[in-house]
Structure formats: C-alpha cells, structure tokens
C-alpha cells in the first residue's frame, strides 16, 4: 500500500511540474515535433534517478521505473494540450456543408479577423474571403467591404441571401 500512495504522490508532483512546464513553454503547433524529444527526456531522467538510488536507497528504485512509465505518459498528454490551449486562445473555428463544399470560418482572436474558405476534395482548400470579426453580446459580426455576416446561438446568417441561416459546427480542439 505504501508503494501505490508513493506512486499517487510522484504522479502529482509529476503533472504539477510537467504542465507548469508545458504552461511556461506555451508550445504552438510547429514545435509538436519536440514530443519525440521530451517523452524520452522525462523516462530517461526518471531511469537515471532510478539508477542512482539503486546505489543508495534501494526501496525507491522500483517506484522510479514505474513513474519513468507514468511521467512519460504525463507528458505525451499535457504537451498536447498544451498545443491545444496555444491554439484555443488564438482561435476559433466553424464549418457547414452546402452540397458538396465544406466552408470553414475561422476567427483569429488576436487580430480580431476572420476568414472563410471551402473544400471540395480532401486536402484542398480555398481561402476566399477575409474581414473584420466584432463580437457584441452572444452575437459575432463578419464584415467586409461589401458584406456582413451574423454568427448568433452556432447558426450562420446572410451568407448567399439576407434569409439564409446555416447551422454551424464548432470545431472542438
């Protein structure tokens, strides 16, 4: 029993140190390579404590080895989402289908824009419009030089006539 409540008490240190981490990196997605490099860093360094108590305390050498399993587990996962929150807080995206388009909207939140392409076959995409994003209340204005769009309660106003209202869906990272 005492070995499992060790193991519970190094798995939170671990995820407190690892998304504290994560956290201070603010990983974006260009750099989800570097997974191939800090899942081994965290097992290799948890093998090495390990090693080294082998020589001095030998009860903790088995609790290493398994946090080795845990940590780098730990860290697959919060490295991933860590990209997620990167690219949560920089934006948010919506797609509806109309025949056999995809349309894609996607509100960069830094800049307040947005943009809006669509996708015939898998793979391709068309970027065909850019504007202003303005959020007022529960609603988002889509504007451009000649057109306006309403985004309100995930449906999509005014996008090939006044009437129109297309349902949306909200891609979820």
């Given at each position: 029993m005492k070995f499992?409540?060790?193991i519970i008490l190094?798995?939170?240190f671990d995820f407190a140190i690892i998304w504290l981490w994560i956290k201070q990196m603010n990983p974006d997605p260009?750099?989800?390579i570097g997974i191939l490099i800090l899942v081994p860093f965290v097992v290799i360094l948890n093998l090495i404590i390990a090693l080294i108590l082998y020589f001095t305390k030998r009860e903790f050498v088995s609790l290493f080895v398994v946090n080795s399993i845990i940590a780098g587990i730990l860290m697959f996962y919060l490295f991933g989402k860590g990209?997620?929150?990167y690219q949560n807080e920089r934006l948010e995206i919506w797609s509806f289908k109309l025949q056999n388009t995809t349309y894609v909207i996607t509100h960069w939140k830094l800049e307040n824009t947005f943009s809006?392409?669509?996708t015939n076959n898998p793979g391709s995409s068309t970027v065909f419009l850019n504007g202003k994003f303005i959020?007022?209340?529960n609603e988002y204005y889509l504007t451009t030089d000649t057109t306006e769009f309403i985004i309100?309660?995930?449906y999509f106003y005014k996008f090939r006539t006044e009437n129109d209202s297309?349902?949306?869906t909200k891609i979820e990272r």
């Open positions: 499992w409540i060790r190094l798995t939170i260009s750099i989800s990209i997620d929150r809006m392409s669509e959020k007022k209340g309100k309660n995930e297309i349902k949306l």
